[in-house]
């Protein structure tokens, strides 16, 4: 009886042992890394909603790299560009419906609202659009950047086409 009520007393413990949340947060769980690379990616959307760049250099690298639609854009591109749509799009916001990341690329499907000028090639009033966000980053710093739109979102961006009557450059 004694043999039999040790041996349910170590496997309930080597079960319980095995099946506890540490171990679970270890191989399923996200790394501090990537817990900071995400962190650092929300400055640089808080950075496009409120204008303010003083937290910008702290986490993207000086050698960072823009994959843009006018090719391939630096730091200081990125800084204009907030300052831009700061400037032009006052009622701006991102919402991050998602983040995935691990210790190299954050991944962040974004909501963008706000009302255009019609400025900045969008035609003039509101817009509500959808993105992916792909971040590159070396040492907690963004190194890269992608976005992608699926291609009704980016028709919402483009200006009307000419009616009927009018003639096309």
């Given at each position: 009886m004694k043999k039999s009520l040790f041996i349910l007393t170590a496997g309930t413990i080597i079960f319980f042992t095995s099946?506890?949340?540490?171990?679970?947060?270890?191989?399923?769980?996200?790394?501090?890394?990537?817990?900071?690379n995400i962190a650092a990616s929300h400055v640089v959307s808080d950075a496009f909603m409120t204008g303010d760049l003083s937290k910008i250099d702290s986490v993207v690298s000086s050698d960072f790299v823009d994959h843009t639609d006018k090719g391939d854009m630096g730091r200081d591109s990125l800084k204009a560009m907030i300052t831009l749509m700061?400037?032009?799009?006052?009622?701006?916001?991102m919402e991050t419906i998602k983040d995935l990341a691990d210790d190299e690329y954050v991944f962040s499907w974004?909501?963008?609202?706000?009302?255009?000028?019609?400025?900045?090639?969008?035609?003039?009033?509101?817009?509500?659009?959808?993105?992916?966000?792909?971040?590159k980053f070396k040492e907690g710093k963004a190194i890269e950047h992608w976005a992608f739109m699926e291609p009704r979102e980016m028709m919402k961006?483009?200006?009307?086409?000419?009616?009927?009557?009018?003639?096309?450059?």
């Open positions: 099946c506890s949340s540490k171990k679970e947060e270890k191989s399923n769980g996200i790394s501090d890394k990537a817990k900071a700061h400037a032009k799009i006052k009622d701006q916001k974004i909501r963008y609202t706000g009302t255009s000028d019609g400025s900045l090639g969008m035609p003039a009033g509101p817009y509500d659009m959808t993105a992916m966000e792909v971040v961006m483009m200006a009307p086409p000419p009616s009927s009557g009018e003639k096309t450059p």
